[in-house]
């Protein structure tokens, strides 16, 4: 499991973060589930992550950290999320050697809905449904950044034994 000492920054969603470059989704249906994403890697291997992905540049402008979360939400699962669903938990360094941050956000939604890629560029990707409390349905906990972002979100309430 990756595990560093990373600098967490509480967001404010009415602030602009330049060395922020990606959004993460922490989206939780109405029975608890959270949506992840199994990917193939370049090298064949799977990957699990949660929904999520970079800031574009549209139309010559930066997309806002909302812009960006709600675009990426769409285009992995098809979900249509409005501002008030989004609660910001906080940013964190992508890794040791990095100055970018990643920004956690949480999506409380009031139903499971079914989950359908909109983009030819995501079709790489499988967008899932887990109980993160159910034992052999944690395939996010191989990732500490996930982890604490699940803890961060009040998804679960204690690391899992390892």
Same mark, same amino acid.
């Given at each position: !499991?990756?595990?560093?000492?990373?600098?967490?920054?509480?967001?404010?969603?009415?602030?602009?973060?330049?060395?922020?470059?990606?959004?993460? #989704?922490?989206? =939780? #249906?109405?029975?608890?589930?959270?949506?992840?994403?199994?990917?193939?890697?370049?090298?064949?291997?799977?990957?699990?992550?949660?929904?999520?992905?970079? $800031?574009?540049?549209? $139309?010559?402008? $930066?997309?806002? +950290?909302?812009?960006? +979360?709600?675009?990426? =939400?769409?285009?992995?699962?098809?979900?249509?999320?409005?501002?008030?669903? =989004?609660?910001?938990?906080?940013?964190?360094?992508?890794?040791?050697?990095?100055?970018?941050?990643? #920004?956690?956000?949480?999506?409380?939604? #009031?139903?499971?809905?079914?989950?359908?890629?909109?983009?030819?560029?995501?079709?790489?990707?499988?967008?899932?449904?887990?109980?993160?409390? =159910?034992?052999?349905?944690?395939?996010?906990?191989?990732?500490?950044?996930? !982890?604490?972002?699940? +803890?961060?979100?009040?998804?679960?309430?204690?690391?899992?034994?390892?």
């Amino acid at each position: !499991m990756e595990k560093f000492n990373q600098p967490v920054t509480k967001l404010d969603l009415t602030l602009e973060y330049e060395s922020i470059t990606g959004c993460i #989704a922490i989206i =939780v #249906a109405d029975d608890g589930d959270v949506c992840f994403h199994r990917r193939k890697s370049m090298n064949g291997a799977e990957t699990v992550s949660l929904v999520g992905g970079k $800031r574009e540049f549209i $139309r010559g402008k $930066r997309e806002t +950290l909302l812009e960006c +979360l709600l675009r990426e =939400v769409w285009e992995e699962t098809g979900i249509i999320v409005s501002p008030e669903q =989004v609660t910001p938990i906080f940013a964190i360094q992508k890794h040791p050697m990095s100055f970018e941050q990643l #920004a956690f956000f949480k999506i409380q939604l #009031a139903n499971k809905p079914d989950l359908v890629i909109q983009t030819p560029a995501e079709f790489e990707s499988d967008p899932h449904w887990c109980n993160p409390k =159910v034992k052999a349905d944690k395939p996010l906990y191989r990732y500490y950044t996930n !982890m604490q972002a699940l +803890l961060s979100a009040g998804v679960i309430m204690e690391f899992p034994e390892s």
